[in-house]
């Protein structure tokens, strides 16, 4: 008896939120059993698709975790970066950051296409980004975690918000520290969250300053490893070749690992973002750069939580915002 009024209330809480989750319950956030009625099939479905796209092409592993965090830096984790232009909308495909350089956009209309087949008008787009990030981990060897869910789509973008949150590769520390903290992010976030690049790729326009002009000066960037450095310029010439392209973890690019933090001590991190969190004299950004370079587990932990933490900026939940039906453009 005790165990049936157990089961009963939490069927009752899981059903609560899932149907009326709204504002009015301020203590019910994002949870991943939210379409364990409406649409028991979507994780499979989400997998399903980015195991076929990754096997194909396995740097799409890499932009669709990109993806995410693009879209959640920018009014939160509410598919905005999916939008196309149109009458109402100015496109954050566009921006510096975005623009020439997001991929995975047609994986994520295929996935979105075959919900819409099996659980009509369910599926937000926004959770869509959260779990193809969260499966392109696993799928290239990196932690597992369960998603919160329950985020609605936007029916607004911003490209000016676009431009301003997403850090610049040349930033600085401080800069980088403060366009987190903005987001509710941390040290500990910013450095193993910085742990994606070891996956994927970048265009020689986002590293090109490293090599010829660091500061200003008209000189390399002198913590650039010697081999490395002179590999980096036979892709990236001086002027021409923007979108020549290189991987940000040059000994195992599609392999999610802490290679990315061993190679940063090697002074072989490619942007000048990733190089800073070991040289750019803040304490607690250079210890935690040694110690996942250290201990993989470490970092595979604290990767996965401050995942869930960024999936969980400001998302549209309740009767904000809507379900997509195609998630490039607004209902
Ligand atoms: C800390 C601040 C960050 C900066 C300055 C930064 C900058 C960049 C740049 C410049 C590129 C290459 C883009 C291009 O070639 O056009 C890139 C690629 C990438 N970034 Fe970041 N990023 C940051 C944080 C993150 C975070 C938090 C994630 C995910 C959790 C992430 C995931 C990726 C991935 C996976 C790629 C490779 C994409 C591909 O191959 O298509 N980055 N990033
Ligand atoms: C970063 O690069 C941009 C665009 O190339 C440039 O305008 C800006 O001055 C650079 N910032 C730093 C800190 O070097």
Not at 233 to 255: E, F, M, Q, T, Y
Request: aromatic residues 8%; proline residues 5%; glycine residues 6%.
């Amino acid at each position: 008896m005790a165990s049936f009024k157990l089961i009963c209330s939490f069927l009752l809480v899981v059903l609560m939120s899932s149907c009326f989750q709204t504002q009015a319950f301020p203590g019910l956030g994002l949870i991943p059993e939210f379409y364990q009625f409406s649409c028991p099939q979507a994780n499979e479905i989400v997998m399903s698709v980015l195991e076929n796209a990754i096997a194909k092409d396995p740097r799409m592993a890499a932009s669709l975790l990109r993806l995410h965090f693009h879209d959640c830096f920018v009014q939160g984790c509410d598919a905005s970066v999916l939008l196309d232009d149109s009458k109402t909308i100015v496109s954050e495909k566009n921006s510096r950051p975005n623009k020439n350089s997001l991929r995975g956009f047609e994986v994520i209309d295929e996935i979105k296409a075959k919900l819409e087949q099996v659980c009509p008008h369910t599926v937000s787009c926004a959770d869509i980004l959260a779990l193809a990030a969260r499966d392109s981990t696993v799928l290239s060897g990196g932690p597992h975690w369960e998603v919160p869910l329950g985020r609605r789509d936007s029916r607004t973008a911003s490209l000016r918000i676009s431009n301003t949150n997403i850090p610049a590769p040349n930033s600085t520390i401080q800069t980088l520290i403060t366009k987190f903290k903005q987001q509710g992010l941390d040290e500990e976030d910013l450095v193993a969250l910085s742990g994606a690049h070891t996956i994927g790729m970048a265009r020689c326009a986002t590293f090109r300053q490293r090599l010829y002009n660091q500061n200003g000066k008209n000189q390399p960037d002198v913590t650039l490893e010697k081999n490395y450095y002179n590999g980096l310029k036979a892709v990236c010439p001086k002027v021409g070749g923007d979108n020549n392209i290189s991987p940000l973890d040059v000994s195992s690019p599609v392999r999610f690992d802490n290679k990315y933090f061993k190679l940063i001590l090697w002074g072989k991190g490619l942007l000048n973002s990733d190089e800073v969190l070991l040289t750019g004299n803040v304490k607690k950004t250079m210890e935690l750069v040694r110690i996942y370079a250290e201990n993989e587990d470490l970092f595979f932990h604290q990767f996965a939580n401050s995942m869930v933490k960024m999936g969980n900026i400001n998302p549209l939940i309740g009767f904000k915002g809507e379900i997509r039906k195609n998630c490039r453009r607004v209902n």
